[in-house]
């Protein structure tokens, strides 16, 4: 169960994040604004920047990435997926 304060604290947050990373958000509405098909590639890559170990030294920087391929059953998920998206967005 989706707890109603953290949606309004979400929610509220969206218009700095949206100012932020007005591309992001371009990015978003353009690939999951439209139908996705079966056979789709997703893939997410997570880069974090170096940090200083206290030591003067740096770590390398750390990246994490996942790939899906959507299956015809995935569709529903994203047409859900498409609709929040949308209502994020209003304003």
């Not at 299956?71 to 529903?76: P, T």
Request: cysteine-free; glycine content about 10%; aromatic content about 6%.
């Amino acid at each position: 169960m989706i707890h109603i304060g953290t949606v309004m604290r979400v929610l509220g947050e969206r218009k700095t994040f949206i100012g932020n990373h007005p591309d992001f958000l371009s990015f978003i509405l353009q690939v999951f604004g439209g139908e996705l098909e079966p056979g789709t590639v997703l893939e997410v890559r997570v880069t974090r920047p170096k940090r200083d170990m206290g030591d003067g030294a740096a770590n390398e920087s750390e990246t994490k990435r996942a790939l899906v391929e959507l299956r015809a059953s995935d569709m529903d998920f994203f047409q859900g997926m498409r609709q929040l998206v949308k209502e994020i967005v209003k304003e």
